[in-house]
């Protein structure tokens, strides 16, 4: 991401002073300061904040008629105020304000520390004659359990949103959706902003706590399972009813689990790669489990193991060769490795890309160029809500990023869920819908533009974890034309009962 120092046509804009009756800040130095130690606290990007502030002062105040403003022919400003920038307060051309579910938060609404975070974030930019565009716009996860999470992801989703927005052309800015703010949310009018009293909480927090202790003796870990079928007829891609008939479950023991299944067929060997997660050890691995004449799973074999977390075992070819990417966001690498020994020996080939945090990377080829698909998270966020695509001539060659990225800002449907597919003329894309939970269903994008400069896609369908019963999530499908397979969060077992596997 580009910082807000290089982006060409912005100047700086300065609080000459802010009245200390105010009760926010004496001054533009101290309210810098405090906002820093504010996004620090919270785990976000500490550079992009500061890069942030030193092109638009971000102001934070009681009232605007309270705040002297200097300006030297400010093309673009940002206000996190809280309130309408009047029309007096400087000569700035472009004016971007953030809205959290059709509110505007102040500054980046880190003094509601407790509050409820937001499900849709949107930044505006008003134009001096008055026209109001949405330019950036995402929406997020918002999960009960984790309210915390929830909060600095939007903080830092924010951040990020509003340096893009800076960063767009005046004829992208020009082009973007005409609206009018937005309204609140009826959850925002309705009050679920206050906090819980205080004891209520801390009760509701311990008895948490006790009951979470005291039922860890007697369930497994809540955690997934490997759900596979053979009926190539039921297969999502073979029919127009999704079911789940004819699925096995393939179910290790209380002590681990797994997920991310990614089914491939070589030299009519059936084999499923998976992430084998032991909870003694905390790090994944990636076994393998071929399907034997009867039908069934075989026994796994770990077939990768580095120093870090592997999960997400993406299985292809290119012409005779097979290879396999495998998700090291812990290593910040996309790391290609090449089939031996098919399936269970793997050599390390290339690191297709470097410093960077990509979740589940899936491949695609079109005829002409490789397409890579992946979820791209910062400090402080979410690691499925931001789609990212790169492109490449070979799979060996060098990868570029797409001009667009991200161009996905939606927890529904951004993270990969499984290889692309062709059904009845369409090439749609597996995705996870992570906006109440990490991978609540997977829901099916029909991608309807896929060029190096442009991409557009829309959902079609969807798979939710009801279909097998008591499970509480879903999050991958994949097929090869022998055995379909997804990944359950299923009820929690006690732990004596026995796994399949």
Not at 306 to 327: A, G, I, K, T, W
Not at 471 to 479: E, I, Q, R, S, V
């Amino acid at each position: 991401m580009r910082g807000a120092h290089e982006l060409p046509g912005v100047s700086i804009v300065t609080v000459a002073s802010v009245r200390e009756s105010t009760g926010l800040v004496a001054n533009a130095e101290r309210f810098r300061a405090d906002s820093e130690r504010k996004v620090a606290r919270q785990s976000l990007e500490q550079q992009s904040w500061t890069e942030l502030a030193g092109t638009a002062q971000l102001v934070e105040a009681a009232s605007l008629a309270d705040v002297a403003i200097h300006t030297s022919a400010a093309h673009r400003l940002v206000n996190l105020s809280g309130a309408p920038w009047p029309p007096s307060a400087g000569s700035a051309q472009l004016v971007f304000e953030l809205h959290w579910d059709g509110e505007r938060p102040e500054g980046l609404g880190l003094r509601r520390a407790r509050g409820r975070p937001p499900k849709d974030v949107i930044v505006t930019c008003r134009s001096s004659t008055g026209q109001t565009r949405v330019v950036q716009r995402s929406t997020l996860t918002l999960t009960p359990a984790t309210p915390a999470g929830d909060r600095r992801n939007a903080a830092s989703r924010s951040v990020a949103l509003l340096l893009r927005a800076l960063g767009m052309s005046d004829n992208e800015l020009s082009v973007g959706e005409t609206s009018e703010p937005p309204p609140p949310s009826a959850k925002s009018r309705s009050g679920s902003l206050r906090v819980p009293p205080a004891v209520g909480a801390s009760i509701g927090v311990a008895a948490a706590a006790v009951f979470r202790r005291v039922s860890r003796g007697l369930w497994r870990d809540d955690a997934w399972e490997i759900q596979y079928r053979t009926n190539s007829d039921a297969f999502v891609a073979n029919s127009d009813h999704v079911s789940a008939n004819g699925f096995k479950a393939y179910r290790p023991g209380y002590d681990r689990f797994v997920a991310d299944p990614i089914p491939f067929s070589h030299h009519d060997i059936h084999a499923v790669f998976f992430e084998e997660y032991p909870f003694a050890t905390r790090k994944g691995v990636i076994s393998c489990a071929v399907l034997q004449a009867n039908g069934e799973l075989g026994v796994p074999q770990r077939v990768l193991e580095r120093r870090y977390h592997l999960s997400y075992p993406f299985v292809f070819r290119d012409d005779d060769r097979v290879y396999m990417v495998p998700e090291s966001a812990a290593n910040r690498t996309i790391d290609l490795y090449e089939c031996t020994s098919f399936p269970h020996q793997w050599e390390y080939r290339k690191t297709l890309l470097d410093n960077i945090s990509a979740n589940d990377a899936t491949f695609y080829q079109d005829g002409t160029r490789w397409w890579m698909f992946a979820t791209v998270s910062g400090e402080g966020a979410y690691a499925w809500d931001e789609l990212h695509l790169f492109f490449a001539d070979e799979i060996l060659g060098e990868w570029q990023p797409h001009p667009m990225n991200p161009v996905k800002c939606d927890s529904r449907s951004a993270r990969p869920a499984g290889p692309l597919f062709v059904k009845a003329g369409r090439l749609l894309r597996p995705t996870q819908d992570c906006s109440e939970t990490y991978g609540g269903a997977v829901s099916i994008c029909e991608i309807e533009e896929l060029t190096p400069t442009c991409f557009r896609e829309r959902t079609v369908d969807r798979l939710d974890p009801d279909l097998f019963p008591g499970a509480k999530g879903l999050h991958t499908l994949a097929a090869t034309g022998a055995i379909e397979t997804v990944d359950i969060r299923p009820r929690r077992r006690m732990r004596w009962e026995r796994g399949t596997i």
